[in-house]
T-cell receptor
């Protein structure tokens, strides 16, 4: 099993450009999340999904859109990139939403906005 | 809301030294608690977990005990190795939300020197 796969691994954008960060999992997990990791700030939740067709906002959703058309895929869209969105982005999934279930993480996308 | 506070880093130890990384939490319900480890250039991996008071999670020589009375989940290892150098994150998942997402601490960077 590949687990959680994120693409691309690295990306440099100019301010105002848009792009989509891809996330796919092959574990048949219902629950998926997007986090950003900034130095000294841990991981902050951007958006999450509890199943295909259902998404909700996390702690820092502004400037990002998500959709969940299939169980496997959960792309994150930057609408108009800003330097404040320079970060490392992680996608995570879990089989159920139960609190005792750990999340499985991808290796991250390192994004720089110039 | 939920929050997790970790001891500030970075932490530098010599090989075979004893490790403690403090973690305290605030939660409205009865959360599950996790420690994740992140090696350079990789995503987070589950290290251990505990799902109810007085539970002890353990893995690879690391241990942590869920202390409800002190709202703590401190990570310990009796003898660290160079290969333990990584960033360690304490996290909680609230039983009431049931949405497959977690709240993370800021992370503690551990460097072990030979």
């Amino acid at each position: 099993n590949a687990g959680v796969t994120q693409t691309p691994k690295f990306q440099v954008l100019k301010t105002g450009q848009s792009m989509t960060l891809q996330c796919a999992q092959d574990m048949n997990h219902e629950y998926m999340s997007w986090y950003r990791q900034d130095p000294g700030m841990g991981l902050r939740l951007i958006h999450y999904s509890v199943g295909a067709g259902i998404t909700d906002q996390g702690e820092v959703p502004n400037g990002y859109n998500v959709s969940r058309s299939t169980t496997e895929d959960f792309p994150l869209r930057l609408l108009s990139a800003a330097p404040s969105q320079t970060s490392v982005y992680f996608c995570a999934s879990s089989y159920t939403g139960a609190s005792n279930q750990p999340q499985h993480f991808g290796d991250g996308t390192r994004l720089s906005i110039l | 809301g939920d929050s997790v506070t970790q001891m500030e880093g970075p932490v530098t130890l010599s090989e075979e030294a004893f490790l403690t990384i403090n973690c305290t939490y605030t939660a409205t319900g009865y959360p599950s608690l996790f420690w994740y480890v992140q090696y350079p250039g990789e995503g987070l991996q589950l290290l251990l977990k505990a799902t109810k008071a007085d539970d002890k999670g353990s893995n690879k020589g690391f241990e942590a005990t869920y202390r409800k009375e002190t709202t703590s989940f401190h990570l310990e290892k009796g003898s660290v190795q160079v290969s333990d150098s990584a960033v360690y994150f304490c996290a909680l998942s609230d039983r009431d939300t049931n949405a497959g997402k977690s709240t993370f601490g800021d992370g503690t960077t551990l460097t072990v020197k030979p």
